[in-house]
């Protein structure tokens, strides 16, 4: 190509790992949904019948997990749409707009379990904790068999929308816990006052989940950087190419969890191989930095794009 010319070059691998992925994510996710459930209308009634707010918060817990995991099933089957002319990414995002809303929810079912239980603290209600012990167990049993599967099954490392379904559920699992404890407490040493403020001390601790999910998803959604990439690393390695002189307008964003994208204008030499240079490029960025999705534009010194504001 002459060098007096712009080169435009983009750079699209397929993503056949992500698809495999998500479909072993779908199959963790359904087996999630219909365990959760159904612990779910067991501590409900479980909480009437005993008076204890613990297992009531943790039913009310998972009847946010079974709204979240529905949704992130959702999610995924929007993620496996084709894009259209006026999506061209895609649906991958709805993802992390799942991820989000699941992170709020989490926000919300917390803060009405802290407000019940200051409502209790001061008068705390007779529990009965044999019966509650027992059910809370249950609960938790079937909390861990989720996790597991989640786990097993699923990426809940890599996929945050997976991820924030995971938290839903390890909070429920830490709601049975303190249920279990509370339980003991009460039937030991019958400190009725136990049961609040087990639901508090769980409250704060599915807070602590929630953010992390929540900052996340807007980091992304924000198209910042993602957090295993560094962008004056990535600039370096480019440099370091034979042939490059400068590069600008880098930019470097995730899609949806495990897809990442980058674009940024490379300045070379007049002399050099454009072709050359963008093959090595395209190769450093996916080998060093697992980036499978560039858009790469070659420029010459006396053909130079001006530099974005963005």
């Given amino acids: 190509m002459n060098s007096q010319h712009q080169q435009h070059n983009h750079e699209h691998i397929s993503h056949s790992h992500g698809i495999s992925s998500r479909g072993s994510n779908k199959k963790g996710l359904t087996i999630a949904l219909l365990t959760t459930a159904v612990i779910m209308v067991v501590e409900f009634f479980g909480g009437l019948i005993t008076n204890s707010l613990a297992l009531l918060s943790d039913s009310g817990h998972m009847l946010s997990d079974v709204s979240s995991l529905a949704l992130s099933l959702i999610a995924m089957w929007f993620a496996s749409k084709p894009p259209s002319p006026q999506k061209t990414y895609g649906f991958y995002r709805f993802e992390i707009l799942a991820a989000l809303l699941n992170g709020l929810t989490l926000f919300a079912i917390a803060g ?152 940024c204008h490379l300045v070379i030499d007049n002399e050099q191989n454009s072709q050359d240079i963008l093959r090595q490029a395209i190769l450093t960025v996916e080998k060093d930095f697992n980036i499978q999705h560039t858009t790469i534009q070659i420029e010459t010194s006396d053909l130079q794009h001006p530099e974005s504001i963005i």
């Fill in 112 to 263: 009405i379990i802290i407000w019940e239980a200051y409502q209790r603290l001061f008068a705390p209600p007779n529990v009965s904790s044999g019966t509650m012990i027992a059910i809370a167990a249950i609960g938790l049993a079937a909390n861990l068999f989720s996790a597991w599967m989640l786990i097993r099954k699923s990426d809940v490392s890599g996929n945050v929308n997976v991820r924030s379904a995971y938290l839903h559920i390890l909070g429920d699992a830490l709601g049975s816990i303190g249920a279990i404890i509370a339980g003991l407490l009460m039937s030991a040493f019958a400190w009725y006052i136990a049961d609040p403020i087990i639901s508090v001390i769980v409250a704060l601790l599915i807070l602590k989940s929630a953010w992390g999910i929540i900052d996340e998803s807007i980091h992304i959604l924000m198209e910042g950087t993602p957090p295993t990439v560094k962008a004056d690393e990535v600039k370096q390695a480019l440099l370091a190419i034979q042939g490059v002189k400068n590069i600008h307008d880098i930019h470097i964003w995730t899609v949806t969890s495990g897809i990442d994208s980058l674009t």
